[in-house]
């Protein structure tokens, strides 16, 4: 059997991306069953001095990963920062690269997750602006990021997960007092993902506590309804080693949980932590 194969784009070669990427290929804690084909980086770039160039360079590279994939010559994609700034100013039509992702492998739903030693969570809307977020959110879309993420923690947890299912408003609506998507959205759908069976389900939960209780170990992933609301506590505790992973695809695609960091790149102070954990996890789903 031959051993799986994990590309790795350097996301903007402007950015830390090509140093942290250095140092963990270099890690004696690379898992050693997989092989690592890190895409060719084309040169003129300057580390710190992002431009047309690397911005297209890094383009370039997600068009080769989604490629590779769908040809079969690679079993799953570790991609390098990128700065959606600098991609959308040469044309890229995606808020990020989730969305890429998820329209050039032609995958139906997809959620994005976050992964640390501490938290994980998912998220029913992503990059959209926050005054979008209630008129976004339905049942449909939260049932189906909910059983997303139930099947990444039970692969992860190796029994039935449990989940926290947080609240939009303050004080998860206080009961109507604060807002009504708790009650007419959220609640419903927890119920309908609690009948499938697949992860025990529980909330709406306060959003301002419960990150405490699954920091704790009472929960294996909380699912969130906005961006900010899973990224700022799992930023606060895992921002060196908190992954980024697109579910749903049918092949993975991974992330360090960190942007470009133009102002330290080419000092090799970067901490390249999150970019090995984001290898080791690679190498953990497709083995």
């Known amino acids: 059997m031959s051993m799986p194969r ?4 350097s996301g903007d070669p402007a950015g830390i991306g090509p140093e942290v990427i250095t140092a963990a290929l270099a890690s004696s804690e690379l898992p050693d069953h997989c092989i690592y084909e890190w895409l060719p980086v084309p040169g003129g770039s300057i580390p710190g001095k992002p431009d047309q160039h690397s911005a297209r360079i890094a383009w370039d590279a997600l068009e080769e990963s989604a490629r590779r994939l769908n040809e079969g010559s690679a079993d799953a994609v570790v991609t390098g920062p990128v700065s959606k700034e600098q991609l959308q100013a040469i044309g890229f039509p995606y808020p990020g690269q989730t969305e890429f992702f998820t329209d050039r492998l032609k995958a139906g739903e997809t959620a994005m997750c976050l992964s640390g030693n501490h ?3 998912g998220l029913v809307t992503i990059h959209i602006p926050l ?3 209630a008129r976004t959110l339905s049942i449909g879309k939260i049932i189906a990021k909910g059983k997303l993420l139930a099947e990444f923690a039970q692969r992860r947890a190796g029994r039935l997960p449990r989940i926290a299912v947080c609240g939009l408003n303050p004080h998860a609506g206080e009961n109507g007092a604060f807002g009504s998507e708790e009650l007419e ?7 309908v993902l609690n009948e499938g069976g697949i992860a025990q389900f529980s909330g709406p939960h306060v959003p301002d506590a419960i990150f405490r209780d699954a920091v704790s170990g009472k929960y294996d992933a909380v699912l969130c309804m906005y961006h900010d609301q899973g990224l700022i506590p799992l930023k606060l505790l895992d921002f060196d080693n908190a992954v980024n992973i697109t579910l749903g695809l049918p092949k993975p695609r991974l992330s360090p949980d960190h942007g ?8 090799n102070i970067a901490h390249h932590a999150s970019m090995l954990r984001a290898l080791q996890l690679a190498a953990e789903m497709v083995k």
């Open 6 to 9: 994990i590309l790795i784009t």
């Open 119 to 121: 938290l994980t969570v």
């Open 131 to 133: 005054a979008d977020v």
């Open 185 to 191: 959205i959220i609640a419903p759908a927890i119920a």
């Open 260 to 267: 470009t960091a133009f102002a330290i790149a080419g000092k």
